[in-house]
């Protein structure tokens, strides 16, 4: 399998604090991993050094096999990002916020695209209305929404469906594992909840204190350390 990320040796140092130190990781085509670990262990952190949004103090990025730094705007061209801090413009309508993410991503038929995602991502009734007028689970429905407008290889989710009810959190974790899995794109994914880390993820990646402390397959890591499920070896990881 081709990688799509590949992270050396990422290190974010704040003035008295290492929030992620010296982790080094992969993400293969098709591949969805689960970014786990404690408040504070440093998942935003990793993945808004991915997007290019913080400048790691030490380490190397490769997107697609480019480096991050030397190519940021090619680079980040087939990745996309969605999380609750990320809100979209308020006095824009749903409909707005689409069709200007999508000019400034220059995606084709555009009409046609916003039209899907507003189907798939159960928004077609919200379509004129104002984006801060949503609630918080319809702005994150139009976050994921916004997300696939450029038809994505590497998606990184922080916490997706946290403001989510449990029906609809379903039908977009199926639908968003589905829609990467169909182009063999690769998804990091980051979660406090363990029951859809199961239910989603290849492979898990546990942030400690800015350190990967364990890292493999749920089934795997739950013999290892002997625990019921995901829930339990979190508890006892982050111990
Ligand atoms: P959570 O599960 O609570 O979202 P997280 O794993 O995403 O946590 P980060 O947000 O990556 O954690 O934060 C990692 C550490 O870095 C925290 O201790 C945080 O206080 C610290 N940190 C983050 N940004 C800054 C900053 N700009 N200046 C100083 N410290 C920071």
Redesign the pocket.
């Known amino acids: 399998m081709a990688l799509i990320l590949k992270a050396q040796n990422l290190t974010k140092r704040?003035k008295r604090?290492t929030?992620v130190d010296h982790i080094s990781f992969d993400l293969a085509e098709g591949e969805i991993v689960g970014l786990l670990?404690?408040?504070?262990?440093?998942?935003?952190?990793?993945i808004q050094m991915l997007l290019s949004l913080i400048e790691p103090s030490e380490g190397h990025i490769e997107i697609f096999g480019e480096g991050l730094s030397a190519n940021r705007e090619k680079t980040l061209e087939k990745v996309n990002f969605a999380a609750p801090y990320a809100a979209l413009p308020y006095n824009l309508t749903v409909y707005e916020n689409l069709n200007v993410f999508s000019l400034l991503y220059g995606v084709r038929d555009r009409r046609e695209k916003i039209e899907t995602l507003l189907r798939e991502f159960r928004l077609v009734e919200f379509r004129n209305q104002r984006t801060g007028a949503l609630s918080s689970g319809e702005q994150t429905r139009l976050g994921l929404a916004k997300a696939f407008l450029n038809d994505p290889k590497l998606l990184l989710l922080d916490e997706p469906t946290a403001s989510l009810d449990p029906a609809i959190a379903q039908h977009l974790r199926t639908l968003v594992c589905q829609k990467m899995k169909a182009v063999h794109g690769a998804i990091l994914w980051t979660s406090?909840n363990m029951r859809e880390m199961e239910m989603v993820c290849d492979r898990i990646i546990f942030?400690s204190l800015g350190k990967i402390i364990a890292e493999d397959t749920v089934r795997n890591l739950q013999d290892r350390y002997k625990k019921r499920d995901l829930e339990e070896l979190f508890i006892f990881l982050a111990q």
Do not use: D, E, V
């Open positions: 704040y604090m929030a670990g404690p408040n504070g262990a440093g998942k935003t952190t990793t406090h942030l």
